[in-house]
């Protein structure tokens, strides 16, 4: 057996158990390699998880919060028991078993934000919505046998991450509730989307490693529809270490060159998706407040303008 834990990367631990699971599942092998051994994997998963259950349960709550290396200590605990979702037929119940982390709950629950607001209400069991949020309002999603297709039941359970971060105001560096943060594959196809708390916060679970495009923008429905210019940022590499943090310009203020062209930028990519003519009203009024700096920028706002307003 190769080393594990602080002998090893804790990638390499997860690649290496998602393998055996996979093997395990799917072949179910008789030999005496160990490495095959349903219970040899659930000794070495146990092997590498320092927390318990219960002290990750307790970093839950304001895990933001927490130094830097805590963090990253409780998404390795998060994705480090990936596999074991399909362990249960492979292993007889008994102590050790019991000591596994079956549900992942608790681990589950440091990595993934509460989506607190001050006022709520219930869509369905177990799910709290802000009042007055649009239609499309979810919390992140936390989830561990992926559905944008890089993990089937045929496959090893991929490693997930998130991305995550704040949206605030470029004049104050205030928090901005309810911007809708969308991530994009390279074909522009959406992997999810979520809506900030009311401390600007937001977090997307989505295959570490995947190259995504995040785009912050209002949503039509709601009051803050026209405050708000968009944002995007392309090619972004996906991680639990860095934040992805992003400063929106207020619609009617110019706070230089830059910021307009972001904000020209997030029109792009909203044509690119094909957003709905609610959108595309909102947008015809935002876009006319920009001032950019050259002719060539001036001739794609004025032909994105003649695009939403054909939208409408």
């Known amino acids: 057996m190769r080393g594990l834990g602080a002998d090893g990367s804790a990638r390499e631990d997860r690649q290496d158990f998602a393998l055996r699971m996979w093997?395990?599942?799917?072949?179910?092998p008789q030999d005496e390699n160990p490495r095959w051994s349903p219970e040899a994997l659930a000794a070495d998963t146990l092997a590498v998880l320092t927390l318990s259950p219960s002290d990750a349960a307790a970093r839950?709550?304001?895990?933001?919060e927490l130094p830097l290396a805590e963090i990253r200590e409780g998404r390795r605990h998060k994705n480090l028991p990936?596999?074991?979702?399909?362990?249960?037929?492979?292993?007889?119940?008994?102590?050790?078993?019991?000591?596994l982390p079956l549900d992942r709950a608790p681990h589950t629950a440091a990595l993934t934000p509460s989506g607190r607001t001050s006022a709520h209400a219930t869509r369905s069991a177990g799910e709290c919505v802000p009042i007055g949020a649009p239609s499309d309002w979810r919390q992140p999603r936390s989830t561990h046998r992926l559905e944008s297709g890089v993990a089937s039941s045929?496959?090893?359970?991929w490693e997930e991450t998130q991305v995550f971060g704040h949206v605030r105001a470029v004049p104050d560096s205030s928090p901005i509730f309810m911007i809708k943060v969308s991530v994009y594959r390279g074909d522009l196809t959406e992997i999810d989307h979520v809506f900030t708390d009311e401390e600007g916060r937001y977090s997307v679970a989505i295959a570490a490693g995947e190259t995504v495009t995040v785009r912050f923008d209002t949503h039509h429905?709601?009051?803050?529809?026209?405050?708000w210019q968009p944002s995007v940022v392309a090619n972004v590499v996906t991680s639990d270490e860095s934040p992805l943090d992003r400063s929106l310009l207020p619609a009617g203020h110019d706070f230089g060159a830059a910021s307009?062209?972001?904000?020209?930028?997030?029109?792009?990519?909203?044509?690119a998706v094909g957003e709905t003519a609610e959108y595309a009203a909102t947008a015809v009024r935002r876009l006319s407040m920009l001032k950019q700096p050259s002719l060539v920028l001036?001739?794609?706002?004025?032909?994105?303008?003649?695009?939403?307003?054909e939208t409408t």
């Open 260 to 271: 307009n062209m972001d904000a020209l930028n997030g029109y792009v990519i909203a044509a």
């Open 60 to 64: 839950a709550h304001n895990w933001r």
């Open 23 to 28: 093997v395990i599942d799917r072949f179910r």
């Open 154 to 157: 045929s496959s090893p359970t």
């Open 82 to 99: 990936a596999h074991l979702e399909q362990f249960i037929g492979h292993f007889d119940p008994g102590p050790a078993r019991d000591r």
């Open 298 to 309: 001036q001739a794609l706002q004025q032909r994105l303008l003649e695009h939403f307003t």
């Open 221 to 227: 429905s709601l009051t803050n529809a026209e405050d």
